[in-house]
Structures are given as structure tokens and as C-alpha cells.
């Protein structure tokens, strides 16, 4: 019986170059199809979920910024608009009754 053979025969081993995604393929052939089925569902849904999550979270972040923002905007602003009040009446205090009575009134407040 004589062994069939092709051009790949008469190349020595150490002459073949296999690229990885090659190498790839010839390893997923040794698996049974419900190995690899499996595998390749548990990927994809694994790439599904970590998509969910990070939509999640973006949505989240976003809802969670917005309405503090909203909510604490006009309070941060009445306190600086109130702030602001204090300061012109100790300026026009220290202006009417000097620098020692608006210091006065800083240590009573």
C-alpha cells in the first residue's frame, strides 16, 4: 500500500510556519461541537451582561448627577447670595463705626 501524499509532505517540519489563528482552528477541531458550543454561548453572554452593566451604571451615574445637581444648585447659591449680604454689611459697618466694630460684631455673630 502506498501512502498518499502531497506537497506538504515533501516540506521538512521545520520549514512550516503556522500563523496563531491556524493554530487556533486545528486545536477547536480536537473539542466536540458541544464543548465549543458551550463556550462560545457563555462568551457571548458574558459580553452581553458586561454591555448591560457598563449601560447600567452609565445611566445611573448620570441620573444620580443631574438630580443633585438640580437639587442642590439653588441651595449652594442662597448661600452664597447670603454670604455675600454678610459681607457688605461688615464692610459698610467697618465704614460707618471703623475696624473695631466690625470686629465686634464678627466675634458676637
Known sequence: ?????????????????ET????????GEMFPPTLTNGVSSTLS?????????????????????????IAFLPFIIEKEISDLEKTQVAQQRQMLLGPSAAIQQAKSQ
Not at 500500500?1 to 510556519?17: G, Q, T, V, W
Not at 496563531?20 to 486545536?27: A, K, N, P, T, V
Open 45 to 69: 453572554w458574558s459580553v452581553w451582561g458586561v454591555k448591560g452593566l457598563f449601560s447600567l451604571t452609565k445611566s445611573t451615574i448620570w441620573i444620580v448627577t443631574t438630580t443633585s445637581l
Open 20 to 27: 496563531l489563528l491556524e493554530r487556533i482552528e486545528g486545536l
Open 1 to 17: 500500500m502506498s501512502a498518499i501524499r502531497d506537497e506538504f509532505d515533501a516540506i521538512p517540519d521545520n520549514e512550516l510556519h
